[in-house]
């Protein structure tokens, strides 16, 4: 798909593109699947045998570009969907669970990658019912459960806090 200056390349997926004429910042967001995402004329070079400079994004991500700055800025789309059901806990309840079981359930949900000193947090554990809540909220209830903060880094979540040894 040509967009203003920036090609998708479809792997198998479903995505957005807003690249409006007026928009100085189109963006392309992943439902399912992957897309290779290219400035048009790196998309060019890449065709005439050059190496690809592009950005690859799964599910819940997206890509923004600056025009101005010739620049892509990616990260997380604003709501991640479930993409597979968690086996253990497919309603998202939680008893006495092991926080970083809890992470590598909604990693494997979302498609996201979560990073956090497993050591540090080895020792937490909670009782949360988060069904009803969204991908960003379940971490602000975590976070605030264990005294913990993340932030997101692009395509990171990174979580930090002191550990649950009291």
């Known amino acids: 798909v040509f967009a203003n200056e920036l090609v998708t ?4 997926t479903s995505f957005i593109i807003d690249a409006f004429a007026e928009n100085k910042t189109p963006s392309v967001e992943v439902q ?5 995402v290219f400035r048009l004329d790196k998309f060019r070079d890449s065709q005439n045998g050059k190496p690809e400079e592009m950005v690859l ?3 819940n991500q997206q890509v923004s570009y600056n025009m101005d700055k010739k620049g892509f800025t990616s990260g ?17 309840r939680f008893e006495n669970a092991p926080v970083p079981d809890v992470f590598q359930t909604l990693e494997e ?4 990658t979560i990073e956090y000193n497993a050591d540090v947090l080895k020792n937490c554990r909670i009782t949360v019912p988060l069904q009803d809540e969204t991908l960003f909220r379940k971490l602000d209830i975590i976070c ?7 932030e997101v880094w692009g395509t990171r979540i990174v979580v930090n806090g002191p550990g649950c040894d009291f």
């Open 57 to 59: 994004l799964t599910a």
């Open 9 to 12: 390349q479809v792997v198998g």
């Open 32 to 36: 399912t699947g992957k897309v290779k």
């Open 76 to 92: 997380y789309v604003t709501n991640p969907a479930v993409l597979k059901t968690p086996a253990a806990h497919p309603d998202f």
């Open 144 to 150: 605030q459960t264990i005294g913990a903060t993340y």
């Open 109 to 112: 949900s979302y498609g996201v």
